[in-house]
């Protein structure tokens, strides 16, 4: 009873998706130095991204926030304090990986250790019940 019991929880947790929604930093357009982002939940589909902009002799302007990837690295065209800017975005897939004003690119281990100390419950009772079994 108990192995029958345990195979059908795993077999619950297997089949539903384990694709988590990331956090990332917002901020609109803004000039570079006083974006400083808040914390939002993406979709599950979306990466963090990084827009920044740049015209000569005025601010470099950035704006933060979740996007598909199939925008990443695309130019977006912005006005901003009436000034049109071309947006050019750079995404990142880890957890609030948009933070300063380049997209961290995390190593492998980065990634590990950041999702070792954020393990949700569902992930947890998988490993517990791979550990039982």
């Known amino acids: 009873m108990r192995c029958c019991l345990i195979v059908g929880v795993a077999l619950g947790l297997l089949l539903t998706p384990l694709i988590e929604a990331r956090r990332c930093y917002y901020c609109d357009i ?6 400083v982002g808040v914390q ?3 979709a599950e589909e979306n990466d963090c991204y990084i827009g920044r902009g740049a015209v000569r002799g005025l601010p470099t302007i950035i704006s933060k926030g979740c996007s598909k990837a ?3 690295g695309r130019v977006r065209h912005v006005t901003y304090m009436g000034t049109a800017y071309n947006l050019i975005t750079s995404c990142c897939q880890a957890e609030l990986c948009n933070m300063g004003s380049e997209v961290q690119n995390k190593t492998l281990m980065d990634v590990a250790a950041a ?3 954020n393990l949700s419950a569902k992930t947890f009772l998988m490993v517990l019940l791979l550990f039982l079994l």
């Open 30 to 35: 803004a000039n570079f130095r006083t974006c």
């Open 40 to 42: 939002i939940t993406c």
């Open 70 to 72: 199939s925008h990443c």
């Open 115 to 117: 999702a070792a100390t």
